[in-house]
């Protein structure tokens, strides 16, 4: 039964970070990043943005309670304001395909972009370590950091692979994809909701 539980949370928090982190919408902006890059340059950028990343996740997965703890908030609002955050790049999944905006005129620096956005926030956005911080309390700190691991190992897949992709499997559903994600995204933001509040007037 234990076991049986583990999986269980195992499987939710990955897909819960898999909506969040969103691998295939990102895609897109990786591409736009890098494409006229070299090879060897992409995969720089891919590697710099999924490790600063992870960092940043693995970090509030871990330090995650004595954040909550030193500033005073309570798991259950943390919860609240994780779903609330989560709301309006599930939007614009739905809505554009892409969690934010990104202006082609303004990609000089692929390197820095790697950090500034694809880093942060489209990967490890607001919305991505406040999730980080709820599973860590409510599932667990290796449960939390090993669904962590298995999206940023397809996110640095699906950069490897951005070329391929963009080749096989057009655009178009690259973004009706991530559309898809984003309907998953809303629900996972509404549920963080619904347990914040159940939790706080329990």
Do not use: H
Request: hydrophobic share 60%; net charge neutral; charged share 15%.
């Amino acid at each position: 039964m234990v076991e049986v539980t583990m999986n269980a949370d195992l499987a939710r928090a990955f897909i819960a970070f898999l909506a969040i982190v969103d691998p295939v919408g990102n895609v897109l902006v990786f591409y736009l990043i890098t494409r006229s890059l070299s090879r060897a340059y992409q995969l720089r950028v891919a590697a710099l943005a999924v490790a600063s990343a992870g960092a940043m996740l693995v970090l509030f997965s871990l330090a995650g309670r004595e954040v909550l703890g030193l500033l005073g908030i309570s798991g259950e609002s943390f919860r609240v304001a994780a779903g609330g955050l989560l709301l309006l790049p599930a939007y614009r999944l739905v809505a554009s395909g892409q969690p934010m905006e990104v202006d082609e005129s303004e990609v000089k620096d692929p390197e820095q972009l790697a950090l500034v956005p694809l880093a942060t926030p489209l990967m490890a956005g607001p919305g991505a370590l406040a999730t980080a911080i709820s599973f860590g309390e409510t599932l667990g700190r290796a449960t939390t950091i090993l669904a962590l691991g298995g999206v940023l190992a397809l996110s640095f897949a699906s950069f490897v692979a951005a070329g391929w992709l963009f080749t096989w499997l057009r655009p178009a559903l690259l973004q009706l994809l991530s559309r898809l994600v984003g309907i998953v995204l809303f629900a996972i933001a509404v549920e963080f909701i619904l347990d914040g509040l159940r939790a706080y007037f329990r």
